[in-house]
């Protein structure tokens, strides 16, 4: 940590396991480096969020051009807020603020409040930055407005910027909306539902969190995080294993994957018992067990039957408050109907059986009320066209006008019972 002769943070630097933080105050050069001017940027590359523009609590989904590393996990898509954050978990919930987030400045905003505020990103193929530019916090207007970004770099690099920051963060009232400064990932797993025993609920679990310091965050001031090598950029046995990583990296054969068994794919780390596959073994032992056994895309997954996700619920400490973020409903071309998709995965099974007794309970009815129907007025055409069509051994009947203007019909017998007449006539 380098101080300035007033006792002012210059650089601050923190290994976080997972990235490297650096925080570098308004008088450093690099802090205006690293500023990413969107104004002079290639206008056809530069876009403004009409909606997160006008609106208050919204999010919208925005497909990137390039993958971007998030903690070892390649992403092409990414959720804009109107929050001063950017959610970055592949399956929406209604707690956008609670983790999986990059946050330059999570606050209470207002981008609607004002004409001049708006909701920039620019994507050059090589850098992706989210700009929240001359937004308000909402009941507190009167401070001014707050300019910052975030810039996500094809490398892994996240930038925070401040242009203008009017007021000091801690002062930020967190009583209508979570208050954060930092990133955070978590993972999801499957559990079985109490209320449904054969369906299962996501749990959202938190397993890295880094926090800034909210006073250091000033106008002109950045903050560069470098990500640092994770167990997932191991392809092989050999790499994996004599890997001298922080982690405790663990080699799983099934999955032909390296990971700390902390990662977005616990689940299935869990599901195929990476853990006790690798405990005491060598990529030897793998090797010969891969010759003496079937291939391991041959095996079963655990994957293969029904499942129906009923809920989503979440187990994160520390929440300061419920987000009532709405993703925004125009958004689908962007990729929001397929992260919905996981959440409403077998539900088109009951869906169909209830459309299917719905609709056999309508038709039903419709019968019996036609059959009533045509009873109560045997003169309608509905009535007529079922008689004039009726089967040939039903009786005839002939429709006649009283003299007093009344109708009353009289039934014609069949052939039958015309020789039955005839023949007792004769008789």
């Known amino acids: 940590m380098d101080t300035l002769p007033d006792n002012r943070t210059r650089v601050v630097e923190d290994n976080h396991s997972y990235y490297v933080s650096r925080l570098y105050g308004p008088s450093e050069p690099r802090s205006r480096e690293l500023w990413v ?21 919204q999010a919208s989904r925005v497909v990137l051009s390039f993958d971007f590393p998030f903690y070892g996990h390649l992403l092409r898509q990414i959720t804009i807020a109107t929050g001063g954050f950017i959610f970055m978990g592949d399956v929406i ?12 400045l999570m606050a209470n905003f207002n981008p609607g409040y004002s004409d001049n505020s708006t909701v920039v990103y ?33 490398d ?9 920051i009017p007021m000091s963060v801690p002062e930020i009232s967190s009583s209508q909306h979570p208050v954060k400064t930092g990133l955070s990932d978590a993972f999801m ?24 310091d909210p006073s250091k965050i000033t106008s002109m001031s950045a903050v560069e995080f470098t990500p640092l090598p994770t167990c997932l950029q191991h392809r092989s046995c050999d790499a994996c294993m004599s890997s001298d990583l922080s982690f405790n990296c663990s080699w799983c054969h099934v999955l032909q994957r390296c990971s700390s068994g902390f990662d977005r794919y616990r689940q299935e780390w869990m599901d195929y018992g990476c853990a006790q596959e690798a405990e005491g073994r060598t990529c030897e032992d793998f090797q010969d067990e891969y010759h003496n056994s079937a291939s391991p895309d041959t095996s079963f997954s655990p994957y293969d039957g029904d499942l129906t996700t009923t809920s989503s619920s979440l187990f994160i400490d520390s929440l300061t408050t419920e987000d009532d973020t709405k993703l925004n409903p125009y958004a689908g071309g962007d990729g929001l109907q397929n992260n919905l998709s996981p959440k409403t995965k077998g539900t088109p099974v009951h869906l169909g059986t209830i459309v299917g007794i719905v609709l056999a309970v309508l038709l039903v009815a419709a019968i019996i009320l036609a059959g009533i129907y045509i009873n109560g007025h045997p003169t309608s055409n509905a009535a007529l066209f079922f008689i004039e069509r009726r089967p040939h051994h039903w009786p005839a009947m002939k ?3 009283h003299p007093d203007h009344s109708t009353y019909a009289e039934v014609e017998p069949s052939g039958h019972e015309k020789e039955g007449f005839m023949e007792a006539e004769q008789c």
């Open 37 to 57: 001017d969107v104004a002079e940027a290639n206008r056809s590359q530069v876009k403004i969020h009409t909606i997160l523009s006008n609106t208050h609590r």
């Open 93 to 104: 919930h209604r707690m956008l603020t609670a983790t999986q987030y990059v946050a330059p």
């Open 122 to 154: 620019f994507d050059n193929g090589t850098v992706f930055v989210v700009q929240w530019d001359h937004v308000y916090l909402q009941g507190w207007e009167d401070r001014g407005s707050f300019t910052f970004q975030a810039a996500l770099h094809r």
């Open 156 to 164: 892994g690099r996240i930038v925070f910027g401040y242009k203008e």
């Open 189 to 212: 797993i499957l559990n079985p539902s109490p209320d449904v025993p054969e369906s299962r609920r996501r749990s959202i679990f938190e397993y890295h969190r880094i926090e800034l």
């Open 399 to 401: 429709f006649r006008s």
